[in-house]
């Protein structure tokens, strides 16, 4: 099977991403908050990029930015996945009351906009990178557990399921075995796309002063450092915006890339 | 000679293929079909799914379903070519020349609309008849199919009228624009036998009142051999047979139409009594939320090694017993024993060897099985759950099993999706073997199937009875295949078990009125059942 044009593009946007912020250390032509150069130097030799608003390596403060971003954004998106996909299938199976309990308590923490809900939190906890990857990951899940529970309420019921429960199966192999395939092209769509929503997350914390703390550099980070120079014409703070923007569309473009090759694989259910 | 209505000639039909995991391909679907229909004649288009008999039918409207394309050849109707016309004269050949009655009624109707909007809407669309005009003809086809109250009929919703009544009024839909040939794709198929037989006459009638053509398309030869002058017996895209009814029925020249005819020719011989290995026993069960009983004191039993057949029409709570035999739907009364124990109600409290002695098979074999799962995993999951098999031993008794459903080699890595619906049924019944039970629930089994698959998987289950000696709850609403494999026979009707008994008694008069209707209504293979038994039914009605 041919690999589509988009899904090429994506592949090479993401895998260029997330490649430099693993090699960070190695790729990166100078130190993370070493000053090198002028406020704002314009684009040379030295400086590929630029330096930003107190001399320091723009390239390198984009790297290491990366690194943190995508870290953060992806331990987020692992964490509600497992939480919120493990969840949701207990609830479809099991039913009754612990459906009850879980989706309310869900529709409780949906009710309250989430980045208001992440401010309070980070303005009373310390802010480091684990609480940060722990809110924005518990108040992401609460979206992957309505759907994983839609998914997974739609399995249920078919005679498969019946049957392993007829065999005497236990609610671990039912989830698993059973419904975890079955439900994993939704999943992995919606992932690419959640994703995508922790970077805008983390980026738009950082750039509220509540997301990753100095010196250590984000890309929501940077572009709150530059946003003066854009009144001067500096280009500075559009770098990190333009770096969230194509990571976002590359991401999408290789999900929407292996949702549709898992749903023609074998025995897949989209036919 | 009469007029010619239809005459197809050298039909070629393609689609494209996605096959798992490789590139698309062309496919041929129908190959060099010929054939003429004269004005107000019946040809019945039958053979199993996939025969392509569905596609040629609706080749008399130049439509392809769902990326069919019609590609080579003529269709001509009156004379005039219409497979390589554009959608303008295809608007107007439809729904004005030749109309079309779908075989899911409930899916065709739009659920927001009044019936009567849409019997007229094509003839007022194509503007034959004036609204009042089209509403009388309505009115009078209502009449003419039998349906209740015809003057108000009309005025009715889609799910204010039975699935029969739907039907009908799908068949009045089709004749109002006063068309030229109609194509009936299955109409009664998803119909129980007793509602069957209605529609079929209504349709009968209708069809010689009004003297229309039809093509009428199903996969019963009995049924087709009521309504149709000629038939045509397609098997893969090509033809196999076209002759009269007449010939067909009482002369087939082909090996596959012989076998067709004499499909369900199964002989089982009743075993004797014996005490039974499974006793249900005023067995009353209701859904949650519903305010009747589902089940009402229900009592049979089943003898080791034999097969208690139940049958009743769609709602009658044969489904049901299963599942409170199973313990899925906990009776609300009654007891059930198997093996000498008393079964609980509840499947969770139920010992892992009760589990293991009661199998079930499933009607719909492609969600009886995870498609992400191998044959291997299917059929390996009960032998390692139950008798914690692994490795070696575990693949040699999956194979072993293969070998004792037919399927031999190369299967045990293949996923259901790569299976034909015989293969998945046989699948499924292996891992009820794997699990060596003393009963095994089939609901179904066989109604999803074609006639001569559906003949293999009945002389399976017999094979299997005698090697294995297991015994059968076998829910079906087809009394031929009753005939074919049961010892015993439970009649149900409204969740009461209305006749129950060895199958020589149950199958001998004195009957019963509701075992009487269904035994009438059952279509046998030969010519004029239909006129005998609407008259008879008519001489009892009289008499009464």
Not at chain 1, 63 to 85: D, H, N, R, W
Not at chain 1, 113 to 126: E, G, H, R
Not at chain 1, 239 to 246: D, K, Q, R, S
Not at chain 2, 369 to 390: D, S
Request: with cysteine; proline share 5%.
């Amino acid at each position: 099977m041919r690999m589509p044009l988009s899904a090429m593009i994506g592949l090479f946007f993401t895998a260029l991403y997330f490649l430099a912020a693993i090699f960070a250390d190695f790729i990166a032509p100078y130190g993370m908050a070493e000053i090198v150069g002028g406020v704002w130097d314009p684009i040379s030799r030295e400086h590929w990029l630029g330096t930003d608003n107190i001399g320091r390596d723009l390239l390198t403060r984009m790297i290491y930015g990366g690194q943190t971003t995508i870290f953060v954004a992806t331990m987020a998106t692992l964490l509600s996945f497992s939480l919120g996909s493990v969840l949701g299938f207990t609830a479809a199976v099991i039913g009754g009351w612990v459906d009850q309990a879980l989706s309310r308590f869900v529709d409780l923490l949906m009710s309250i906009p989430s980045l208001i809900f992440a401010l309070v939190v980070l303005s009373v906890m310390p802010v480091t990178v684990l609480v940060l990857v722990l809110v924005m990951g518990i108040l992401d899940s609460t979206r992957v557990f309505r759907l994983s529970r839609a998914v997974a309420v739609d399995i249920t019921v078919m005679d498969y399921v019946e049957a392993a429960r007829l065999r005497g199966e236990g609610n671990v192999w039912i989830i698993f075995r059973e419904i975890l395939p079955n439900a994993l092209s939704p999943l992995v769509a919606e992932m690419g796309l959640r994703f995508i929503f922790a970077i805008l997350f983390i980026s738009t914390l950082s750039f509220l002063g509540l997301g990753v703390q100095p010196p250590l550099a984000d890309w929501g980070g940077i572009v709150r450092e530059n946003r003066e120079g854009i009144v001067y014409g500096i280009p500075a703070a559009l770098v990190p915006a333009f770096a969230i923007a194509t990571l976002a569309i590359s991401v999408n473009l290789v999900a929407d890339w292996v949702l549709t090759r898992t749903t023609s694989l074998k025995g897949g259910r989209g036919g | 000679m009469a007029e010619t209505l239809l005459e197809v000639k050298n039909l070629r039909i393609e689609a494209t293929a996605y096959p798992p995991g490789e590139p698309p391909q062309e496919i041929v679907i129908v190959h060099d079909c010929s054939f003429t229909l004269e004005k107000g004649r019946v040809l019945g288009l039958i053979g199993e799914s996939g025969a392509g008999k569905s596609t040629i039918g609706l080749s008399a409207m130049s439509y392809g379903r769902g990326g069919v394309r019609l590609t080579g050849g003529e269709v001509r109707l009156n004379g005039r070519e219409i497979r390589s016309a554009g959608p303008g004269v295809l608007r107007s050949v439809r729904g004005r020349e030749v109309t079309y009655v779908a075989q899911s009624a409930a899916a065709a109707f739009n659920p927001a609309k009044r019936l009567m909007e849409q019997v007229i809407e094509a003839t007022l669309h194509h503007g034959l008849m004036g609204r009042a005009e089209a509403e009388k003809r309505a009115v009078d086809l209502f009449r003419q199919l039998d349906l209740p109250e015809p003057e108000s009929f009309g005025r009715r919703y889609p799910h204010q009228v039975s699935g029969g009544q739907l039907q009908r009024a799908m068949t009045a839909l089709a004749l109002c624009p006063k068309p030229d040939l109609v194509v009936f794709d299955e109409p009664t198929t998803a119909l129980d036998v007793t509602t069957q037989i209605d529609v079929l006459a209504a349709i009968k009638r209708a069809i010689q009142e009004t003297g229309v053509a039809a093509l009428y398309i199903t996969h019963d030869l009995a049924v087709v051999a009521q309504v149709s002058d000629e038939i045509m017996v397609l098997r893969h895209g090509r033809m196999v047979e076209h002759g009269t009814t007449r010939q067909i029925i009482e002369d087939p020249q082909e090996d596959y139409t012989r076998a067709l005819v004499s499909v369900r020719s199964i002989e089982h011989e009743e075993k004797a009594s014996a005490a039974p290995i499974l006793t249900v026993e005023g067995v009353t069960a209701r859904y949650t939320g519903l305010a009747r009983d589902v089940l009402s004191e229900i009592t049979v039993e089943i003898a080791p090694g034999q097969t208690l057949a139940v049958v009743g029409e769609s709602g009658s709570g044969k489904s049901t017993l299963a599942r409170a035999i199973t313990g899925l739907l906990p009776p609300t009364a009654g007891k059930i024993s198997f093996a000498g124990r008393t079964l609980t109600p509840k499947l969770e409290d139920r010992p892992r060897e009760d589990l293991r002695e009661l199998q079930m098979i499933y009607q719909m074999a492609d969600v009886a099985m995870n498609p992400r799962q191998t044959v291997k995993t299917i059929i390996g999951r009960p032998l390692e759950f139950y008798f914690g098999l692994r490795g070696r031993a575990r693949d040699e008794r999956i194979q072993e099993l293969l070998d004792e459903i037919e399927l031999g080699k190369g299967f045990a890595d293949r996923y259901p999706a790569e299976l034909s619906g015989g293969q998945k049924q046989r699948v499924c019944i292996a891992r009820a073997l794997a699990a060596k039970p003393k009963l095994i629930i089939c609901d179904e089994v066989t109604s999803a199937l074609d006639p001569l698959v559906a003949d293999g998987i009945l002389k399976l289950l017999l094979k299997l009875q005698k090697d294995e000696d297991v015994a059968y709850l076998f829910i079906t609403h087809d009394l031929a295949t009753v005939r074919a494999i049961a010892d015993s026979i439970a009649v149900m009707y409204q969740g009461k078990v209305v006749r129950y008994g060895p199958k020589s008694q149950v199958l001998s008069p004195p009957f019963d009125a509701y075992t009487d209707l269904l035994l009438a209504s059952v279509p046998e293979m030969r010519l004029g059942w239909l006129e005998e038994v609407i008259e008879n039914r008519r001489m009892e009605s009289a008499g009464n």
